[in-house]
């Protein structure tokens, strides 16, 4: 059964700075993988998603990519700013989501 | 498009009590999601549905839950008798077309925030 774990559970930065969030999964036959965000009392919004067959894909500051045979994603956010600071979870497929990290962007 | 509606958006109930969660999805997405959100356990998929027929229930509790999707534009998910622990956010969640390949973004409600004393 696929297991999908993100570490730390809370991160702090401040402005400026880049920063790097993990994902990893215990099941390397991965379908997709998709990162999203969530704000406090919000629904999920999803970020980035890539397929099993890519290897990173690339959205203004973001960027994620997907390691297979280490069963690892990250989540490069450049330049993070204050409107940064949510919760930013992974998912594999729709499945299984990691329980996420909680991000701070201080001024 | 609204987006995926869910209601009600909060929910305080006494246990023993059958609560009703309801859904209307993105129009044209064919799959539909139920998920549960507590501090404890994440986010955990309770049951979706693709063209509206359940596929994967595996993750309900247990029998006192039960979801129902009777077209493409509504979906239900039920619980009674409610307990105390049963108390989390329910999401619902749609995409276009799970498992065809192209890029499938996955769309979610509010939520809905159960309270059961």
């Known amino acids: 059964k696929q297991e999908v774990t993100q570490i730390p559970a809370a991160l702090s930065v401040p402005e400026g700075e880049n920063l790097v969030l993990n994902c990893s999964f215990t099941d390397s036959a991965i379908y997709n993988l998709q990162w999203f965000r969530q704000d406090p009392g919000k629904g999920l919004t999803s970020l980035l998603l890539i397929q099993s067959s890519q290897r990173e894909q690339t959205s203004g500051r973001l960027n994620a990519s997907l390691d297979k045979s280490s069963g690892r994603s990250t989540l490069y956010i450049a330049a993070s700013q204050p409107g940064d600071s949510a919760t930013y979870l992974c998912?594999?497929?729709?499945?299984?989501f990691g329980k996420g990290t909680k991000l701070t962007v201080n001024p | 498009d609204a987006g995926v509606i869910q209601s009600p958006r909060h929910e305080v109930t006494e246990m023993g009590q059958e609560v009703t969660l309801r859904c209307k999805p993105i129009s044209g997405h064919n799959s539909l999601f139920w998920y549960r959100q507590t501090m404890m356990r994440g986010l955990e998929l309770l049951i979706y549905f693709n063209n509206n027929v359940p596929i994967d229930d595996s993750g309900m509790p247990e029998d006192r839950f039960s979801a129902k999707m009777p077209n493409a534009s509504f979906s239900t998910l039920k619980i009674q008798p409610s307990e105390p622990r049963d108390s989390a956010v329910y999401f619902c969640a749609s995409i276009v077309g799970r498992g065809t390949g192209a890029y499938n973004e996955q769309f979610f409600g509010p939520g809905t925030r159960l309270t059961v004393l």
């Open positions: 998912a594999e497929m729709e499945l299984v």
